[in-house]
């Protein structure tokens, strides 16, 4: 439809008409035949709002979305479609490993590959908007939603939201779904990483560290942007004039819809904000709030507050336009289907390109901790013994992948025994979780989860079975429902029956291989010294097991490094690679013994840092060239390093490539990520690895609040890992 008949549709609606077109609802009001149901008298809507609603969210199917459609639109004067929208963040049913584990691929290509079959598989089912990514910079482990981010590192994270606003949105054909970026902002950064807590932050960190990867995907096109939950300098996000009005759209220029997260208008009235929906839905609309998810806020206020002159009606014309533009964009007028397709569905989800797909990521995001003596890769001729919670387990795609193909997930066990037949032995060992109240009420569990074995019997087989062999792989790990939204928690070790199950085992001094499946980095200090080879798998995806199955046999070399630390004990959280300088910093501080920055009870460093993660081969970097010592604003310098397979076989390997800046006019991280390229080498092969190092890379927010590069000397480091790393520098001139 032109531009044009886009207002002109605007003018002819009645302001009911207009203030209704801001409703998203629950998918859940529709029954399975289509027909509305549900919580309309809950919500106090009106025939009227449904009617006129601008859109609905997870609901799924490509007939069941066509009847919802016809339905709508032969109820609704104006004829406006339904904008369907999904929470399908890394998969629909070919799920992908969660995003904390993905990141972990650094690898672009894949990674957006990945998001385009997630897109497509969205776009049949007859989805037109996705809520994702979510792109919260996370440095908090007690918060369970980490598991959606890619990570602590703002550089690291803006690459992946551009690449995955662009796999989600493409050209926006009928493949493609548009794009909903989230939790705008700083959500990230709760308190105590308890869900739902205050956040509160310098300006200077929100714009150098948290805004940057949002910043990234409203500059890639998203369509969307979904506010947080979360106060932003004392404000709450879907009332905040300043942070959705003028830095979203005045001063990044987003001309999109904005979505409120569920129910976060009428929450500003717990916020204390407001004083009642009256008041909520004035903020929100002041703030430029588009869509009211969830709630009769919008629906039963905005009226009222037109007719008492308390807003004007041009912000509601605005909000409408804005979505009517949306729908425009997206084709839904001329074919409010869209990409539902029966026959499509049947035959792209899932498919064995999708499944391969899965699979490649899978294996680039699967990170290798520990290899004592190279127990690891595993001989296909040992007896070896499969034994924990999560060998047989299905539950491999983390929450946030409600729809995921459970039923064609193969586990661990089979995988293994694919690969090695009668020489696996398996036993359960233990439950998952020994304590279920920690994960009631969420709706749904996994059945494994609700069975209450008798773990001393358990017990007793699995050191039977491990008697008979003479490795043992141990599959361990959260319950799906301890990570994901409202999974906080303050205590990050592995439940207290799997600990007793490798102690136990431990006694039998066998090689122990632990592989751990789990949503955030976790404290395992309490398990390093009582096994040999530790495999990070997180919540792997649909083909997780299969990934893993080849990585644990050498078939596929692992290549994942991780982009969250791994703290060694809570009170170090929160523990990030790119802290800032301190007066009195460990090494070389003017004072010694106890008053430098130090805990007196720990080191200062995490487990396993940023960047870390092991390979079956060993790489070795030669000394950092610099093409100039000097560099000037207009020009560039070149900075490269050597870097060799020494080992036995092919690898990937992730060069990393960070800069300090030594003196700033407010103070500066000890390192920031500013490149990286991932290569592989066969045994013996060198690659010269290049990174080019420009005024851009030296940016920040200095002393004035200026987004500038400031004159003076830089460290540069490239490296295996944030921590290891040879060291350069150079003089920046201006
Ligand atoms: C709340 C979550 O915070 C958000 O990520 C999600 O998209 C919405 N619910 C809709 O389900």
Redo the contacts with the bound molecule.
């Keep these: 439809m032109k531009k044009e008949k886009v207002l002109e549709l605007l003018k002819q609606m009645t302001l009911e008409e207009k203030i209704y077109q801001l409703v998203q609802l629950d998918g859940s009001l529709y029954s399975e035949k289509a027909a509305v149901t549900g919580p309309k008298a809950k919500l106090g809507m009106s025939d009227d709002v449904i009617c006129n609603m601008g859109s609905i ?2 609901v799924f199917g490509a007939e069941k979305l066509k009847k919802i459609q016809d339905e709508h639109l032969k109820n609704n004067r104006n004829k406006i479609p339904l904008l369907v929208c999904a ?1 399908i963040i890394y998969g629909y049913q070919t799920v992908l490993p969660i995003p904390l584990a993905f990141g972990g691929a650094w690898n672009t290509k894949l990674v957006k590959e990945g998001i385009e079959m997630v897109a497509k598989e969205a776009a049949v089912t007859g989805i037109h908007g996705v ?1 994702s990514p ?1 792109v919260d910079l996370v440095r908090d482990p007690r918060w369970g939603r980490v598991m959606e981010s890619t990570g602590e590192d703002s550089y690291l994270n803006s690459i992946y939201a551009k690449i995955e606003v662009e796999g989600f949105q493409g050209n926006l054909d009928n493949e493609h779904v548009a794009s909903c970026v ?2 705008f902002a700083a959500y990230g950064a709760p308190e105590g990483g308890r869900e739902y807590n205050t956040v509160d932050m310098s300006e200077r960190q929100l714009r150098q560290e948290y805004l940057p990867a949002y910043k990234a995907a409203v500059d890639a096109g998203c369509k969307m942007v ?1 506010t947080s ?1 979360n106060t932003v300098d004392g404000i709450p996000a879907s009332g905040n004039e300043w942070l959705m009005r003028k830095l979203l759209r005045d001063e990044w220029g987003f001309k999109g819809v904005t979505v409120s ?2 129910a976060a208008i009428k929450e500003l009235v717990y916020h204390g904000i407001a004083e009642d929906d009256f008041m909520a839905a004035k903020l929100g609309i002041e703030a430029g709030v588009d869509f009211d ?1 969830k709630t009769s806020v919008y629906s039963n206020n905005l009226k009222e507050l037109v007719e008492k002159n308390e807003i004007d009606v041009k912000l509601i014309d605005e909000a409408v336009l804005r979505i009517l533009n949306l729908k425009n964009d997206l084709g839904l007028f001329e074919n409010p289907y869209r990409g539902a397709s029966k026959s499509l569905e049947n035959e792209v989800i899932g498919s064995e390109e999708h499944k391969k797909i899965a699979l490649k990521l899978a294996e680039e995001s699967i990170v290798l901790l520990k290899n004592d003596n190279s127990v690891l890769p595993l001989q296909k001729d040992k007896k070896i013994a499969l034994i924990g919670p999560y060998a047989d387990e299905t539950s491999l795609v983390g929450l946030w992948a409600f729809f995921a193909d459970k039923a064609n997930i193969k586990t661990l066990k089979a995988t293994m025994e694919d690969k090695i037949g009668e020489n696996l032995l398996y036993s359960q060992g233990c439950d998952i979780l020994s304590d279920l109240s920690m994960i009631e009420g969420f709706g749904f569990l996994s059945s494994k989860g609700l069975e209450k074995r008798d773990f001393e019997k358990d017990l007793e087989e699995a050191l039977k079975v491990a008697d008979d062999a003479e490795v043992i792989v141990l599959a361990l790990g959260e319950h799906t429902l301890q990570s994901g ?1 409202a999974g906080s928690r303050t205590e990050l070790s592995l439940d207290k029956m799997q600990l007793k199950l490798l102690e136990e085992l431990s006694k039998l001094n066998k090689p122990i291989v632990c592989v751990m499946f789990n949503g955030r980095p976790l404290v395992i200090d309490n398990i390093l010294d009582k096994v040999d080879g530790l495999v990070e798998a997180w919540f792997p995806g649909t083909q997780g097991a299969v990934a893993l199955a080849n990585i644990l046999f050498g078939e596929v070399n692992p290549s994942g490094k991780l982009t969250m630390s791994f703290p060694r004990n809570i009170g170090q959280i929160p523990v990030h690679y790119n802290e800032f300088k301190t007066g009195r910093p460990l090494i070389g501080s003017g004072h010694v013994g106890r008053f430098v920055s130090k805990y007196i009870d720990s080191s200062n460093e995490p487990r396993y840092e940023f960047g870390y993660g092991l390979s079956y081969t060993d790489f070795e970097y030669d000394e950092i060239k610099l093409s100039s010592t000097i560099l000037k604003s207009n020009e560039c310098i070149k900075a490269s390093v050597l870097v060799k397979n020494v080992g036995q076989v092919k690898g990937k390997e992730v060069v990393q490539l960070y800069i300090q800046d030594v003196i700033g006019s407010v103070v500066r991280p000890v390192k920031e990520l500013k490149g990286f390229e991932k290569i592989e080498l066969e045994p013996n092969e060198s690659k010269e690895v290049e990174f080019i190092i420009s005024e851009k890379e030296l940016k920040f927010f200095g002393k004035d609040m200026n987004f500038a590069a400031e004159k003076g000397e830089f460290k540069v480091f490239i490296g295996a890992s944030s921590k290891n790393v040879k060291e350069s520098s150079f003089k920046y001139l201006g």
């Design positions: 969210y997870n929470d809520f979510m989230k939790h979904m939950f997260d569920y998810m939204e």
